[in-house]
């Protein structure tokens, strides 16, 4: 696909981020798109390579590999090269329907296995993915299609992240009636709320949901399920219901003066970051202000990141990223071969600006808190530090980070928040439908099926399998609709 020798000819070239100086000033995307011209070259270096690990969506050594999704993606990069930007929409919109979002925010599990990164860099297919979807709005191409024929079934779907999303569309464009029910004033779940603006425009969000809303689907905004409205009422008027609620559920941690103020959680930060930004342009003041303090982000993760950019975005004094584990290798080790995702040092965005505006990189490895220290109104005011080595269990054999006996050291924290991961689902919707949960508290499935103990109910996303990325949410939703379909219908052709 492509150019047969176009990645011979030609090295990765990808869209310019704005300087961290210039891009913290805003809430804004900050990335320039190469032109068409360059575009066609950066798809010609798709090398025809006949086993394509991109697209695969395998797991190996439990990690995926290639796109959840099966995108297919040499087909696509061959028709960028080739200039049918329409076809290559129709090809990609045939296994995707969000690439939008996903092109925006994936970590590009496709790149991790292109053939092309085996010696060289990978084709820059979360780029070309991009280009693509944006052309077909641009042209017209990605407007509405409402399905011709209704089938009179009836599908409630009970939360508006990516899951939820991908269910409603393909179950909508079958012909059945989907309502979608979303506790919060917007719909999107994470992708609203939980991913910042500049990674995620939320106008980008209400572009798409504007399109599902004249393909029929009904999105029922500010209704907590199993709260404001009865799951008996749902399980009463509709034929299915699907549970995707997300893994919501934020990990703590338990150490002295966790009670003081100005601890809170990663995912309440930024939810009030984005819907102040959204309300009023950060104008009324009510969110979680990280402005001349010293702010401590526990957690190395996307979501630690993010509240990196956002706390140097508010004017923060300080910025200090806690990782409880080793620094990963700059480049691949010979244990973690390709086409496996690349265990590697990654500096992000947000650590990126960090190190732009303070001289230094945020992340200090191996370390965690061992205590807060409040002030006389029971404000935080010092965290208290430990390093951390790693230790083997000797009943279980297991690998554990452990203190180190007198390596504390004290810093200033005015602000605390921690990414520290999610332990599952809150629970009161799996109470409110009686669904079953498992030892990780996700809702029970028999392995690769989406029902539940539940007659009726479903699940998908994240409430099914736990923390994970959008593109295995959408996968998660795509495939649950499928089920879903063929237990209304007696058979499915999604």
Known sequence: MGKATGFLEYKRRVSEAIAPEERIKNYNEFHLPLDAKQRKVQASRCMDCGVPFCQSGMMINGMGSGCP?????????????????????????????????????????????????????PVSVKENELSIIENAYSKGYAASKPPKVRTGKKVAVIGSGPSGLAVADLLNQRGHSVTVFERSDRIGGLLMYGIPNMKLEKHIIDRKVKIMEE???????????????????????????????????????????????GIYFAVDFLKSTTKSLLDSDLKEGTYISAK?????????????????????RHGAKSVLQLEMMPKQPDYRTQDNPWPEWPKVCKTDYGQEEAISVFGKDPRVYTTTVKE??????????????????????????????????????????????????????????????????????????????????????????????????????????RDAAREIDESLMGYTGL
């Not at 049918?84 to 496709?110: D, G, I, M």
């Not at 199993?226 to 338990?254: M, Q, T, W």
């Not at 957690?299 to 950019?309: A, E, L, M, R």
């Open 292 to 312: 001349d303090k010293n702010v401590i982000v526990i957690g190395g993760g996307d979501t630690g990141n993010d509240c990196v950019g956002t706390a140097v």
């Open 372 to 477: 807060f220290v409040k002030d006389k109104e029971g404000n935080v005011k010092k965290a208290i530090l430990v390093k951390l080595e790693s230790q083997r269990d000797e009943k279980t054999g297991r690998m554990n980070m452990v203190p180190v006996e007198g390596s504390e050291q004290e810093v200033a924290a005015d602000l605390v928040l921690i990414a520290a991961g999610f332990l599952g689902s809150e629970n009161y919707v799996a109470k409110a439908f009686g669904v079953e949960l498992n030892e990780r508290t996700n809702v029970k499935t028999e392995a690769g099926s989406y029902r539940t103990n539940v007659e009726k109910v479903f699940t998908a996303g994240d409430m099914h399998r736990g923390q994970s990325l959008v593109v295995w949410a959408i996968r998660e939703g």
């Open 69 to 121: 999704l099966n995108n297919l993606i040499p087909e696509w990069n061959d028709l960028i090269y080739t200039g049918n930007l329409e076809q290559a929409y129709q090809r990609l919109h045939k296994t995707s329907p969000f690439p939008e979002f996903t092109a925006r925010v994936c970590p590009a599990l496709c790149e991790a296995a292109c053939t092309c990164g085996l010696n060289t860099e």
């Open 215 to 261: 393909e029929g689907i009904i999105f029922q905004r500010g209704v907590n399920v199993g709260k404001s409205l009865k799951a008996a009422k749902l399980l009463e008027e509709f034929d299915r219901i699907v549970l995707c609620c997300g893994a919501s559920n934020p990990r703590d941690i338990k150490v002295q003066g966790r009670d003081a103020k």
